[in-house]
T-cell receptor, first 114, second 107 residues
Framework: DGGITQSPKYLFRKEGQNVTLSCEQNLNHDAMYWYRQDPGQGLRLIYYSQIVNDFQKGDIAEGYSVSREKKESFPLTVTSAQKNPTAFYLC?????????????FGPGTRLTVL | SQQGEEDPQALSIQEGENATMNCSYKTSINNLQWYRQNSGRGLVHLILIRSNEREKHSGRLRVTLDTSKKSSSLLITASRAADTASYFCAAGNDMRFGAGTRLTVKP
């Protein structure tokens, strides 16, 4: 059963803590992406990776970090430097790198800072 | 900033009516895609139209592309309450999305 999974579905964090959001895909896709979505808003690109061991900053990378050690995994760490991390986080993957291919999205992780 | 921008921001119609939403983009593209997002879920790919195509159909969906005007439209015919969602376009190689069109279909 191919797809892209994100965990956990809901995550609560205390101020000053780092948290890591998981994203795994078994679609054999080269490219993976992280987006942030605030209520009633569109998606904003945080980081993307077109190939293993390589990633680039998106439009709102400050306060976030990623790694791409394996093709199937692209975890996102929300650091304490992110001033307003409460949001809905979406991970996606696609076949051709560069964003020209169809993106497949995970179900999302809703992060709340207490 | 993103390539594709959706219009209108919000659209409310009665069940059975048609819904039309538009997407404008800035630079030349090789394809344009439409996605749908139900509240609190991930985006789901609906349809892709290539730059050499003018119109494409998929069930109750009809997409047009006008490369001279750098615009696309998504038409949902005979809408249903289950079509209530946000709709996004992604233009060409851009991996960014606009704010989307929030469609509400009233039963």
């Amino acid at each position: 059963d191919g797809g892209i999974t994100q965990s956990p579905k809901y995550l609560f964090r205390k101020e000053g803590q780092n948290v890591t959001l998981s994203c795994e895909q078994n679609l054999n896709h080269d490219a993976m992406y992280w987006y942030r979505q605030d209520p009633g808003q569109g998606l904003r690109l945080i980081y993307y990776s077109q190939i293993v061991n390589d990633f680039q900053k998106g439009d709102i990378a400050e306060g976030y970090s990623v790694s791409r050690e394996k093709k199937e995994s692209f975890p996102l760490t929300v650091t304490s430097a992110q001033k307003n991390p409460t949001a809905f986080y979406l991970c996606a993957s696609s076949i051709p790198s560069g964003g020209s291919g169809t993106q497949y999205f995970g179900p999302g992780t809703r992060l709340t800072v207490l | 900033s993103q390539q594709g921008e959706e219009d209108p921001q919000a659209l409310s119609i009665q069940e059975g009516e048609n819904a039309t939403m538009n997407c404008s983009y800035k630079t030349s593209i090789n394809n344009l895609q439409w996605y749908r997002q139900n509240s609190g879920r991930g985006l789901v790919h609906l349809i892709l139209i290539r730059s050499n195509e003018r119109e494409k159909h998929s069930g109750r969906l009809r997409v047009t592309l006008d490369t001279s005007k750098k615009s696309s439209s998504l038409l949902i015919t005979a809408s249903r309450a289950a079509d209530t969602a946000s709709y996004f376009c992604a233009a060409g190689n851009d991996m960014r999305f606009g704010a989307g069109t929030r469609l509400t279909v009233k039963p």
